[in-house]
C-alpha cells in the first residue's frame, strides 16, 4: 500500500511558477512509474508527465518544454515543476503510483492550482 499526498498548490499569475511535491509512504517507490495528472472543471482527468523508476520521462505535448517531472527514489519523493503556467492550467493535479504488470495504483488526494491574475 502506498500514500501519496501532495503539499503543494495555490494561487499563481499567468506565466509564472509553481513546483508540486509529492511525498510517499508506506512502500518504497523504486519499482513505480509515477506520473501527475490533472483535472479541470468539467474535464476528464488528463495525464501531465510520468516518469519511470530508472528516470525516463514523457510528457504531454501541451506541457512539453515548459514542465519538467523529477523523482528522489532515496527520499520517497516525486515533484513536477511547472513554468510559464497558463489560465487554462486552472487544474486539480494529482499524484500516480502505478507499479507495472501489476494491479497496484495509487493516487494522492489532488491539490488545486490556480493561475489567474
Known amino acids: 500500500q502506498v500514500q501519496l499526498v501532495e503539499p503543494g498548490g495555490g494561487l499563481v499569475q499567468p506565466g509564472g511558477s509553481l513546483r508540486l511535491p509529492c511525498a510517499a509512504s508506506?512502500?518504497?517507490?523504486?519499482?513505480?512509474?509515477m506520473g501527475w495528472f490533472r483535472q479541470a472543471p468539467g474535464k476528464q482527468r488528463e495525464l501531465v508527465a510520468v516518469i519511470t523508476s530508472g528516470g525516463t520521462t514523457n510528457y504531454a505535448a501541451s506541457v512539453k518544454g515548459r514542465f519538467t517531472v523529477s523523482r528522489d527514489n532515496a527520499k520517497n519523493t516525486v515533484a513536477l515543476q511547472m513554468n510559464s503556467l497558463k489560465h487554462e492550467e486552472t487544474a486539480v493535479y494529482y499524484c500516480n503510483a502505478n507499479r507495472p504488470l501489476t494491479t497496484a495504483n495509487y493516487w494522492g488526494q489532488g491539490t488545486q492550482v490556480t493561475v489567474s491574475s
Open positions: 508506506g512502500s518504497s517507490l523504486n519499482a513505480y512509474v
